[in-house]
């Protein structure tokens, strides 16, 4: 698409766009050097001068110590941990929710519709201190019940699109051999809505992995508390910056292994994102967009996430 | 039921304080996104590589850590922003790639032909963005950009867990001075939030069956 936009640069379009990369190189840059600069100076607090950010002493005794690296991996752990159990709730209520949502029967159908927009319209920090508070489960059930309930509402909503999107010739196959209505969920509907919707599902994981960090909040000692809380009263507030950079680097690696796993698999596995998704798919969760890109070209599982 | 009625008034400053979070961010985001997705779709490549780190480094941090970012560099940097306007500039930060990647897929939606034909007419990349493809782009790119602005909503609520006395900071201080109603307390502030995303989710759903074109 975007090589149609504009022509092959020639000599001159070629210049001018090397000199606009050199401004824009140096103006980050500029940017980042500052930025550095800034951190790198020494600063007084409280009549004691500590050297800048990039004096080893600033991260010699965190850094050198097992005991620091133990904490992180514990924290580390924590959080995926708490990931893994509330992906697995997550998919199991979303099949659950996605099986009530096309029931037959109104009074079932009409009040799961109601649960998962409830669900799916208030914030899952809300939801955390509410299962904290109300059921005094302990912040780990608190953070694992929440996330799987919030992203469970809305991968059922993926499945949902997925089965409205499927031919309705594959029902009634199913039917007409003499399959219970469950057994055609189950057996034939399913599977395909599942592998259709694999992307976005894959990537509400990933939101989900990002998600634990709100158990910081709650009291749930996962990798942010851990470090930007426990830690940083253990060694004192001057590591905090030292701590912020580490926690960072963490998150991110796990983060951008994660998706770029997740989008491997869905090259691989996934199908097609359905081209066109069912109405009011796209309300209440900023989840299905990516899958409304209508070129079909197996969209960016990470287009789709927002939370 | 009564701990609710006698602290409206609490309630409803945190949910004006939520809305203008919502407000201030959502247009701060809506700017910055735009800006770094005709970043990302320029023929200069700094740019767009540049557009493409952005967005990938901001998706992949947690917004509690941009927040932190927010609340312990900045100063650090010599901001001296009261926490709510950090929390503006932390919730605009990490809106701004979903805003931008919502932008790009519009304009990946729009049929190659129709770039062709402005293109083959002589039309040059400034024409053809902003004649052919932005019109057209523009219309299937609302429905997912209100789902991105329902996130936001949801995820001001973050930063009423870092001292902003939005919606989340208002229900948590009365849940903790009220022991025996937190269910009532909750629900109230539940009830706030879904008064703005219901009504944006309806409108998205409205929006994009208005919007649907046959091609």
Do not use: H
């Not at chain 1, 600033?58 to 990931?83: C, I, S």
């Not at chain 2, 867990?161 to 022991?179: M, P």
């Amino acid at each position: 698409m975007t090589s149609v936009l504009f022509d092959a640069p020639g000599p001159r379009a070629k210049r001018r766009s090397r000199i606009a990369s050199v401004i824009v190189i140096v103006l980050i840059l500029a940017g980042v050097g500052w930025i550095v600069y800034t951190l790198a100076q020494p600063r007084e607090s409280g009549g004691i001068t500590l050297p800048g950010y990039f004096d080893w002493s600033r991260w010699e005794k965190p850094v050198t110590d097992p005991e620091f690296w133990g904490a992180v991996g514990r924290g580390l752990l924590n959080t995926l941990q708490a990931a893994g159990i509330g992906a697995v709730m997550a998919l199991v209520v979303g099949v659950l929710f996605a099986l009530l949502r096309t029931s037959q029967s109104a009074f079932v159908r009409v009040p799961t519709t109601i649960v998962l927009e409830f669900l799916r319209g208030m914030p899952v920090l809300l939801m955390m201190l509410f299962i904290l508070l109300v059921a005094s489960t302990g912040a780990f059930w608190a953070v694992v019940l929440a996330l799987g309930l919030y992203n469970g509402a809305i991968i059922g909503e993926a499945l949902r699109a997925g089965i409205n999107s499927l031919p309705r010739g594959q029902r009634e196959a199913g039917l007409s051999l003499g399959m219970t209505r469950l057994q055609t969920k189950m057996l034939i509907e399913f599977p395909q809505a599942f592998r259709q919707m694999l992307p976005i599902i894959l990537a509400q994981l990933v939101v989900l992995l990002k998600d634990t960090s709100l158990g910081y909040i709650v009291g749930f000692n996962e990798l942010i508390r851990t470090t930007m809380n426990n830690l940083s009263s253990f060694y004192g507030n001057r590591y905090l910056i030292t701590l912020f950079i580490i926690t960072l680097v963490i998150y991110l690696t796990v983060n951008l292994t994660l998706s770029w796993v997740a989008r491997r698999i869905a090259r691989r596995r996934g199908g097609r994102a359905p081209l066109v998704v069912a109405d009011g798919l796209a309300t209440g969760s900023a989840v299905l967009v990516g899958s409304t890109t209508l070129t079909g070209a197996a969209a960016n599982p990470e287009d789709a996430t927002t939370e | 039921m009564n701990v609710v009625i006698d602290n409206l008034p609490a309630y409803i400053e945190g949910f004006l304080q939520t809305v203008s979070l919502l407000l201030m961010a959502g247009a701060g985001a809506l700017v910055i996104g735009t800006i770094v997705a005709a970043m990302r779709i320029s023929p200069v490549p700094s740019l767009s590589g540049f557009a493409a780190v952005y967005t990938e480094l901001l998706r992949n941090t947690p917004l509690t850590l941009v927040l932190f970012f927010c609340a312990i560099i900045l100063p650090y940097l010599g901001s001296e922003l009261p926490y709510f306007w950090c929390a503006v500039i932390g919730l605009t930060l990490y809106t701004s790639p979903f805003v931008a990647e919502a932008l790009r897929s519009g304009i990946n939606g729009v049929p190659i032909g129709q770039a062709e034909a402005a293109r083959s007419l002589g039309l040059g990349f400034g024409q053809t963005v902003g004649l052919i493809i932005f019109p057209q782009a523009f219309r299937m790119v609302i429905p997912p950009l209100i789902s991105v602005l329902i996130a936001l909503t949801k995820n001001t609520s973050v930063a009423g867990a870092f001292f902003v006395a939005d919606l989340f900071g208002v229900g948590r201080e009365l849940a903790n001075a009220n022991g025996n109603a937190v269910v009532a307390v909750l629900l109230a502030v539940a009830t706030f939030y879904l008064l703005i995303t219901i009504p944006l989710g309806i409108l998205a759903a409205r929006l994009e069956k208005r919007f649907a074109v046959t091609r």
